[in-house]
């Protein structure tokens, strides 16, 4: 049977792959360390957990809730943008909580997308930033990842040779999964060519809080004029280790957040209402919480920037998010991260993310998730260093012709 013109549209989802390679090696009885999905371990915070279960005991919170936030949580999202980037946010136009911020990237996509327009995205990306936008019939124009000077001339390039004139830029920092941080001058340089040639700045700011070495990242909508045309996505998911949860939320431009709420009012009721109730909680909070947070992914970094520095395997140290953009070892290179990804399931009992799954650009690297204890990281670094100690033999005798670029 034909496929529908939407699924066409997408390519083959590498990193089912990987999955189902790890779950064969795992009925087999391997001891897979999962380090490839971004999936947080670490529990909610009680206080989280515990509103949860106080609200949930109320029949009345169990009705539809509201598409569109609750008015406390929207409150509570606009007081901590005031707090934390002192940008002033109306929680009546200028906040829509999110299932997510991948949902809340999902139906921008399908508010703000005619079919051919162009929509510009880096490349390596997390891969709803791009193909949200495919489904919803637009056309994708890659440009280097890096918020640089770079960045900036490969915009210039991308704008001058695109017809129609582009849409919207997508931004995402700290990157998923490159770990680029951005400075507010690169923001401000940002808004002021996207005010000049009238595109859409949509910002993914999903790491907001998981910062390590430098100074906490900066949130767009902090340039002055960028709520003329800025909308910026956050998530609960990695601040709170609250993934299961689903809670999101898109700030900024009113009449983007209003296409957003509109086209969200014909597809869901929201988050279920103690849900919202209890990220309200977490976002009116002290935060003490979100600082061990960081201090977990912080020393789980350190750990393995230093465990498989010693194991043979040379990775850079991430300024930000819960990953680790790792170069593929020379000896590897040629194999690309898919075929390689897969060797260190086989022979080193290690899973990561192939960084093929992120863009063509990202072929060169494997994504490395903090998502296991430091005992176990140590443990994944034992493992390669075994197989990294008999590559020649592996890439000899283990690895196909077939499967080298």
Sequence with gaps: MEEFHKVRRLPPYVFEQVNRLKASARAQGADIIDLGMGNPDLPTPKAI?????????????????????????RRAQANYYARRFNVKLD?????????????????????????????????????????GFIMSGGVIRSIQAEPDEG???????????????????ILNYPSNPTAHVATLDFYKDIVAYAKKND??????????????DAAPPPSILQVPGA?????????MSKTFSMPGWRMGFAVGNERLIAALTRVKSYLDYGAFT???????????????????????????????????????????A???????WAPIPEPFKSLGS???????????????????????????????????????????????KRFLTSASSTLDNVIPLSARR
């Design 49 to 73: 957990v515990d509103k949860l279960c106080e609200v949930v005991r109320d029949p009345r919170t169990h009705r539809y809730s509201s598409s569109r936030g609750i008015p406390g949580l």
């Design 274 to 316: 103690p849900i919202q109730v209890a990220a309200t909680a977490a976002l009116n909070s002290d935060g003490a919480e979100i600082a061990e947070v960081r201090d977990v992914y912080r020393r789980r970094r350190d750990v393995m920037v230093e465990a498989f520095g010693r194991a043979g395997w040379d990775i850079p």
């Design 318 to 324: 991430p300024a930000a998010t819960m990953f680790a």
């Design 227 to 235: 709520m003329d045309i800025a909308v910026e996505f956050t998530s």
């Design 151 to 169: 960045f900036i001339r490969a915009l210039e390039r991308a704008v001058r040779h695109s017809i129609p004139k582009p849409l919207a830029l």
């Design 338 to 384: 898919l075929e390689f990804s897969k060797l260190l399931i086989e022979r080193a009992d290690v899973a990561v993310a192939p960084g093929i799954g992120f863009g063509e650009h990202g072929d060169d690297f494997v994504r490395i998730a903090l998502v296991e204890n430091e005992h176990r990281i140590r443990q994944a670094a034992r493992n390669v």
């Design 91 to 131: 929680p009546d136009s200028q906040v829509v909580a999110t299932l997510g911020s991948k949902e809340g990237f999902a139906n921008m996509a399908q508010a703000i997308t005619a079919p051919g327009d162009v929509v510009i995205c880096p490349n390596p990306t997390y891969p709803i930033h791009a193909f």
């Design 199 to 212: 595109i859409i700045l949509l910002s993914d700011l999903a790491y907001a809080e998981i910062y390590f």
